[in-house]
């Protein structure tokens, strides 16, 4: 869906320049077989995701269908996005240390970091970090910086589990030990299982919302002396929930423009109070005047010990997925309050209307705790029907026979199967009712 500007007078100049008559001879290599001669058959106008659906509908590669979440998220990512981050002037992996040649880039982090702290509820944001997971263990060791007199940390045993390995990797350099809360089998709320001044005491308190069962956390139960860290790795629930209440909100910004991927890139990022900002890992972004009075965006924040005395550093990470953040602004943008809104709404429908087929044919769901657009399902009732399911290139979830649930699948839904939820749950039942 890219968009050329090109004239008739540019384009005959070009194809004069280069010795040819028309465009059409440019393709006399390509076999006439292969040529479509008449135009596409599509009914229109359609938005954007539906008319590439339909375009690309002879393109088939399994899976089809694949309701897969935990941690990353397929969300439909306007062409444009694509198309401004490409621009050559963004082809940089250096940090802007030279605000005088690197206004784009500064203002580019400037946004980034509204929008985090717009989204957060929190008072600043820094300029980006490497991943979720690294945010994640970021705000634990800010935590530990103020808090230097503990070594404990209190930790969701519902954290995403690759968070946790990360977490646990760094946390034994760092001689912090890491305190499982558990989870309410029933609710699939943490539980926070100690007292009010162990909590106090300890380094922090750290949940994930939703976490990696889907299910919305509730920070209202720890006591108000703890220091509250609260990941979010689907950043779309942002837009319609409530910004949690916590000294750190954290996380992965990958639903906001950025593919999928193989995994990453991705982009992380970090919000907090403003009388931790001299704690906070990474840079901060501000903007300014300059001597002419117009206006200016530098680096305002960043320890030089992070570049050149490591053990006096606040962050060893300097990468910042620059570029990822890039397409987290242009694609926030794009959308805008209204849109990022109408995206998770369109989420959480289709989670609820398909969780509700899924019922319908006895299955249930394992935990009653309110969610956005991801569930646990119990398959025990009907255990051959996601290898049916599978066997058609219609992946219904991630296993997750790993946590200690054989037979329960992880399943997400996002605006991407919205406007197909009817065939969606036509093909689930039809594969349930086969004998």
């Not at 490409?86 to 929008?115: D, H, I």
């Not at 990797?169 to 029933?186: A, G």
């Amino acid at each position: 869906m890219r968009y050329s500007a090109t004239t008739p007078n540019e384009r005959q100049r070009m194809l004069d320049t280069i010795g040819v008559s028309s465009v059409a001879d440019l393709f006399q290599s390509v076999p006439e077989a292969a040529r479509t001669r008449s135009a596409a058959s599509v009914l229109g106008p359609l938005p954007e995701g539906t008319l590439l659906a339909e375009l690309e509908a002879g393109k088939v590669a399994p899976p089809r269908v694949a309701l897969i979440g935990g941690g990353l998220y397929r969300h439909f990512i306007p062409a444009t996005v694509d198309s401004l981050c490409a621009r050559s002037e963004w082809v940089t992996s250096y940090t802007p240390y030279q605000p005088e040649v690197s206004q784009g880039t500064l203002r580019m982090y400037y946004e980034f970091q509204t929008y985090v702290s717009m989204l957060t509820g929190q008072e600043l944001s820094n300029g980006g970090m490497y991943d979720g997971s690294t945010a994640c263990v970021e705000a634990v060791l800010m935590a530990k910086r103020l808090r230097p007199k503990t070594n404990r940390v209190l930790v969701s045993a519902a954290l995403n589990p690759q968070y946790l390995e990360v977490l646990r990797t760094y946390m034994r350099f760092q001689n912090v030990e890491v305190v499982l809360l558990p989870f309410d089998r029933s609710t699939g709320h943490t539980l926070i299982n100690v007292d009010a001044q162990t909590q106090a005491d300890a380094i922090a308190v750290l949940l994930q919302s939703p976490n990696t069962y889907g299910v919305i956390e509730d920070t209202a139960g720890i006591a108000p002396g703890a220091f509250r860290i609260v990941v979010v790795t689907e950043a779309q629930s942002l837009a319609l929930l409530k910004p949690p209440p916590a000294e750190v909100v954290c996380g992965e910004l990958q639903s906001l423009g950025i593919p999928v991927q193989l995994g990453g890139p991705t982009a992380g990022f970090f919000a907090t109070r403003r009388e931790f900002v001299r704690s906070m890992p990474g840079r901060l972004v501000g903007r300014t005047v300059d001597r002419h009075g117009t206006e200016a965006f530098c680096i305002t924040l960043a320890t030089r010990e992070q570049f050149i005395r490591r053990e006096k550093a606040t962050s060893n990470i300097c990468t910042s997925s620059g570029l990822m953040c890039l397409r987290s602004v242009v694609y926030t943008s794009l959308l805008g309050r209204k849109g990022l809104q109408e995206v998770a709404r369109q989420s959480a429908r289709a989670a609820r209307a398909f969780l509700a087929a899924l019922e319908e044919i006895g299955l249930k769901r394992a935990f009653s705790g309110n969610f956005f657009n991801e569930f646990v399902v119990d398959c025990s009732a009907r255990p051959e029907l996601a290898r049916r399911l599978e066997a058609a290139g219609f992946l219904l979830g991630l296993p997750l026979e790993a946590h200690g649930l054989p037979h329960h699948r992880l399943v997400a839904l996002t605006e991407i199967e919205y406007p197909k939820m009817a065939a969606l749950i036509k093909e689930v039942k039809t594969h349930a009712h086969a004998s």
